[in-house]
């Protein structure tokens, strides 16, 4: 049975590492979570203890994760009109990751995590902003109405173009067949 070394902790081929008798498991998303000694190494066991537990999550290569009352605390701040201070026109996800220090694809995750619902309320919010400062932005001329509109698309905002052909006084178009008889030899000479 191999060993690999990480951070401090010994962890072997079948996902399972102790530290001064405390046994932890690797659950589906490769974050270590606490397992009671002596117990069922499952993921499901894992499920119990951590519910049981306030075990620290820890990513795959040991790092502890930058989720932190810090972070709510700077992105409830972005939102709140520090993303003027930025020099953001609009509230986006990409200023938001770049103030927290995080890749956007973080902003997302965390924001789709069912355990970071304050982070997940926070996203929604700054979204909503967005929106409105978009369509204020938009009405106002503010904004150039190409960029606004092509991120309204991502609020459920899109523009259809709809074209109806009637005739006059918005009756069915009138057509009209003439049938001419010519002569090709007549044409011909002429």
Request: glycine share 10%.
């Amino acid at each position: 049975m191999g060993r690999f070394l990480i951070g401090v902790m010994y962890a072997n081929e079948e996902g399972l590492r102790k530290e001064n008798g405390q046994q932890e498991h690797q659950d589906r998303d490769g974050c270590w979570q606490a397992t009671e000694a002596g117990s069922s190494n499952s993921p499901e066991r894992g499920k119990e203890v951590q519910a049981k537990s306030s075990a620290v999550r820890v990513m795959p290569a040991g790092r502890p994760s930058k989720y932190t009352d810090d972070i709510l605390v700077k992105a409830q701040a972005y939102v709140d009109g520090g993303y003027l201070q930025c020099g953001d026109v609009i509230p986006q996800m990409a200023g938001l990751a770049i103030e927290l220090k995080i890749t956007r694809e973080t902003v997302h995750d965390w924001a789709n995590d069912p355990s970071k619902p304050e982070f997940s309320y926070i996203v929604a919010q700054c979204l909503r902003a967005q929106e409105r400062k978009l369509l204020n932005g938009s009405l106002t001329g503010d904004l150039n109405p190409t960029i606004a509109k092509l991120i309204l698309t991502k609020h459920g905002y899109s523009e259809r173009i709809q074209q109806e052909l009637t005739g006059a006084d918005g009756g069915s178009i009138k057509t009209e067949w003439t049938v001419r008889v010519v002569d090709a030899r007549s044409d011909a000479s002429s």
